[in-house]
């Protein structure tokens, strides 16, 4: 036990070292892992079979060469293209609205409210005659924080009860997985709204609701499949041969689970996002002042029927932002799969 | 190694299965989330009204009062937004599912670039499409309508906002019972007209006596209530008696009663303690009712007046029908037999309700949802009437920073009126004071601080404050006002080097916090009634405001004998106050209102408090 945990490097890369057959073993291991998230893990016959080591490795110099052979794989399909450019987008305009918009955020004019979309205004301007493209710009960095840090969020407390709900324990298992199918019924808009009671209109609100309430999920979706790893006959071995409950779940457990996980993340940060357009619509969100993509679509929705444009663009850029962050998910999913994405096993051996 | 690839292909099979089914069972959760949202809104959202009783704080807190233009829930056009968005992800996930069986076959048959571009290509257009299909709906919703050929109709639907809560005149506050019932079903001894001035009604004529402490009241002839019971002076009598020994709604403003009697059966006489200037204008809203003191009705569902109309139908929060009474004692019988009230919270629905000719009258329209009406002068007519709404910026008095009077001027000389006015469609009035044009005392006070951000940046150096070192206030005011406010007053402060901290609130909070508790920078509200001079007289207000001169000149013009004295001394104080800028007045909010062309006798002032209806009359276009 003390030698796994002074050297668990070392004992990984021994098994590294191994044959073809290891690397066959390890991704049928792996293989598992979509029937386990489906939730009916039992409908099939998937026992997995015995792996001497994960499909993960610790990042090295190769950690580098398969984030390339990853985001290689993504560039190569059209879904991972446009999702790749647009969140690429989103991030070189976040990063830009915080040292330069086209109008400055704070300059209203009332004599041109509602103006349509003209070369002073690329898009236009809202109720108060601000510009909405400069709007949308500064936007889109509150709703890049806010995804990151939902999804941050959601990452913790959801992979701090999925060990809980997969523990030896009889006792903390059954009480979380109650816990989580509990808690699980409470809308994230009740939680939000609970919690704006006290905190007023803020980002954390929408933050740890979301947070909150996407971590949930995501122990509930990858619970089956982190069973499975956890009652699989290596993490057993790993067990016997001294392994401590900590080691088989980062080792074992976890990276077993992490395609549902990483999808359902994905899944978690395009949901923020319309969370957040809701929330603000709703009050509780971003507060009255501070730019966000819910802000440009909660003021000018009452008018959609006389100016439906105003309304368009809002809405557009959140479409597109979302289906991005969804597809994103799915090709990511794919890309480090080493079963399907062939050119990652290449790397890995 | 042929093992191994049979392993795969086995392993691709499951895998495409397995990503299916997770796919069905993943995205419900985030779906039930979205859900979620949808349903919360309407609710959430229609809280109601936002009005401050000057006079009367915890009338305010009832709910109901009156109107504002900004705040409105918009449920159809939320809706239509997010089956927009949803509809994307509905693309996106049957995409998703697309890819992983094409995927397959790439993998096998190598790859087929153009296929995949073509997928981005499909959501692009369905997004585009999606978007077309909105600006499409909306340009045919204003397509002309066929209306029947005919004579004046016997119906009239007019679309209200405030839905009174009961019935019940003596016990249930709010403006909106005001507006469906005085005139209307119920009369007063005396009545308000359209320019917000005393006219007769149950009192033909009345004398004030020379001490005005005492006033004379000659009654109609012949009157009647609906139900047929005769009405003279002990019904005038009885009902001011009940109003004052149970404290019914609006007995706090009969200031200085002392008696009521009846001399004969068609006189009556009303005596006070000292003399009260606003006596007969209380006396034309709720206090000068007169009620059969033999009827026996639910005041919460029913109403038994002597007015042209009777109640035939109460639907709560929804509708009320009048239909016209046929023992009305006056000479002029109501022009139209049933006029229904429906009542809109959400303004979007309101107004597809006139587009479809489900109401003929909409009071009040949104400024910004009116131009299409405006536009269309073949069907429609626009118009707006004067009101007595103050949208006040309150500057807390007692305020660390606002106490000071340099920095309260400076707010005031660097808020530019008419640009506030024109944004929100032009229809408002500026207002320089604390009176606006229909009540007494009123004076045009523009130009006591005219729009000057110069000026204003010379008050704020000279208050201590500089660029490097700027002012920070915080502006409190309820949500139903909506953002725009808020935004536009930041940025006109920002101009003079004051950096506004917006915090939009429950109106709840506001009562608590800002009328309650004193606990503010800046506040905004809109201070709807008549005649609430009053509040700049009382140090104790939320403004804290305390003016030694201006409670003296209030004091004197309630006890002048004649309205001209009155008048001069409300006149003097208001400049008083408005020089003091303990606030400032944005405008003056005026209501507008859309009918369809053929509606006449529709009143346009103050039509949220006050709304007699029996010159109503509609002819549909041929």
Not at chain 2, 229 to 240: E, P, T
């Amino acid at each position: 036990m003390a030698q796994h945990d002074m050297l668990p490097a070392e004992t990984v890369h021994d098994g590294r070292l191994g044959i073809s057959d290891v690397v066959a073993g390890s991704c049928q291991a792996d293989a598992v892992g979509p029937a386990g998230a489906e939730g009916s893990p039992q409908g099939r016959d998937s026992s997995p079979r015995p792996a001497l080591h994960t499909p993960d490795e610790p990042v090295s110099l190769k950690g580098l060469g398969k984030l390339a052979v990853v985001l290689r794989s993504m560039w190569s399909q059209g879904e991972g293209r446009f999702a790749l450019v647009v969140l690429a987008c989103w991030i070189v305009v976040s990063l830009a609205s915080i040292v330069w918009t086209p109008k400055k955020l704070w300059e209203t004019d009332g004599y041109h409210v509602w103006a349509p979309p003209s070369a002073d205004h690329l898009l236009g301007t809202d109720g108060t005659g601000a510009d909405v493209f400069s709007w949308l710009m500064a936007g889109a960095r509150t709703n890049l924080l806010i995804a990151i840090l939902s999804v941050m969020l959601a990452g913790v407390v959801g992979v701090t009860l999925l060990m809980a709900m997969v523990s030896r324990s009889k006792m903390v298992s059954a009480i979380s997985v109650v816990a989580v199918d509990a808690l699980i019924s409470i809308p994230t808009v009740l939680i939000a709204l609970i919690l704006a009671v006290p905190m007023g209109a803020s980002i954390a609100v929408i933050i740890l609701a979301c947070g909150v309430g996407y971590g949930l999920n995501l122990a509930r979706i990858a619970r089956p499949q982190a069973l499975l790893a956890a009652g699989s006959d290596y993490a057993v071995s790993a067990r016997a041969s001294g392994a401590s409950g900590g080691y088989v779940l980062f080792r074992h457990v976890l990276p077993n689970s992490l395609p549902s996980i990483m999808v359902q993340l994905s899944l978690s940060a395009g949901t923020a996002i319309l969370a957040e357009s809701g929330l603000t619509y709703l009050g509780v969100g971003v507060p009255s002042g501070v730019p966000s993509w819910g802000h440009s679509l909660s003021t000018s929705v009452k008018l959609i029927d006389v100016y439906p444009l105003t309304v368009v663009w809002p809405g557009l850029t959140v479409t597109v932002v979302v289906v991005a962050l969804n597809l994103f998910g799915d090709v990511l999913r794919q890309a480090i799969d080493p079963i399907v994405n062939t050119a990652l096993r290449k790397v890995a051996a | 190694m042929p093992k191994m690839t049979g392993a795969y292909n086995d392993n691709d099979a499951t895998d495409e299965m397995a990503e299916d089914t997770t796919n069905s069972s993943v995205e419900p959760a985030p779906d039930a989330h979205d859900s979620d949202t949808v349903n919360a809104t309407p609710g959430a959202i229609e809280n109601g009204s936002a009005m401050v009783n000057a006079s009367d704080a915890s009338a305010a807190g009832s709910g109901s009062g009156a109107i504002s233009t900004s705040g409105s829930s918009t449920d159809p056009s939320l809706n239509a937004h997010v089956k927009h968005v949803r509809g994307a992800g509905a693309v996106s996930r049957a995409d998703s599912r697309d890819s992983i069986h094409r995927r397959g076959t790439v993998r096998s048959g190598g790859g087929v670039r153009g296929v995949r571009q073509g997928v981005i290509w499909t959501i692009f257009a369905i997004v585009v499409v999606v978007a077309m299909i909105f600006v499409i709906t909306f340009a045919k919703q204003q397509a002309p309508k066929v209306k029947p050929a005919g004579k004046p109709a016997d119906t009239v639907t007019i679309g209200l906002k405030l839905a009174p809560t009961n019935l019940d005149i003596r016990n249930q506050s709010g403006s909106s019972l005001d507006q469906a019932l005085i005139g209307n079903v119920y009369e007063g001894l005396v009545a308000r007209s359209v320019d917000n001035k005393v006219v007769p009604a149950i009192a033909k004529s009345w004398v004030r006596t020379p001490d005005g402490k005492s006033y004379i009241f000659h009654l109609n002839d012949g009157m009647s209530f609906s139900n047929g019971d005769k009405l003279d002076a002990s019904d005038v009598v009885w009902s001011i008696d009940e109003l004052m020994r149970n404290g019914y709604q609006g007995a706090d403003t009969l200031l200085n009663f002392k008696s009521i009697t009846a001399v004969d059966e068609r006189t009556v006489r009303l005596d006070l303690t000292a003399p009260y200037a606003d006596l007969l204008w209380v006396l034309a809203g709720r206090p000068g009712l007169v009620l059969d003191k033999d009827g026996k009705v639910d005041m919460k569902t029913q109403a038994l007046g002597s007015g042209p109309y009777t109640v035939a139908k109460y639907v709560p929060n929804s509708s009320l029908t009048l239909k016209a009474n046929d023992r009305y004692w006056a000479a002029t019988k109501p022009a139209t037999q049933t006029i229904v009230l429906r009542y809109f919270s959400d303004d979007n629905a309101a107004v597809n309700a006139l587009k479809s000719g489900a109401i003929q009258v909409l009071a009040p329209i949104d400024q910004r949802l009116v131009s299409p009406f405006k536009k269309d002068t073949d069907h429609y007519v626009v118009a707006s009437g004067d009101d007595t709404d103050k949208y006040v910026l309150a500057m807390n008095c007692a305020g660390e920073k606002t106490s000071d009077r340099r920095v309260r001027q400076a707010i005031r000389y660097a808020i530019n009126h008419r640009e506030l006015i024109a944004s929100r469609g032009g229809a408002d009035k500026p207002l320089g004071g604390p009176i606006p044009s229909l009540d007494p005392g009123y004076e045009d006070l523009n130009d006591v601080y005219p729009y000057n951000p110069d000026k204003a940046r010379e008050l704020m150096r000279q208050a201590g404050y500089t660029p490097a070192h700027p002012l920070e206030l915080r502006l409190t005011y309820a949500n139903i006002y909506g953002t725009e406010l808020g935004d536009q007053l930041r940025s006109q402060l920002k101009a003079v080097g004051i950096d506004l901290k917006v915090n939009v609130v429950e109106f709840s909070t506001w009562l608590q916090d800002v009328l309650k508790n004193h606990d503010y920078d800046l506040s905004l509200v809109d201070h709807n009634e008549s005649h609430d001079f009053a509040s700049w007289a009382n140090p104790k207000y939320y403004y804290n405001y305390d003016n030694r001169d201006v409670q003296l000149l209030y004091g004197q013009a309630m006890v002048s004998l004649n309205d001209k004295d009155r008048d001069d001394y409300l006149r003097r104080a208001a400049r008083r106050v408005s020089e003091d800028a303990p606030a400032d007045w944005l405008f003056n909010y005026r209501i507008t209102t859309a009918m369809e062309k053929g509606v006449v006798g529709f009143p346009l002032n103050l039509n949220q408090t006050l709304l007699p209806l029996s010159l109503v009359k509609y002819t549909p276009l041929v």
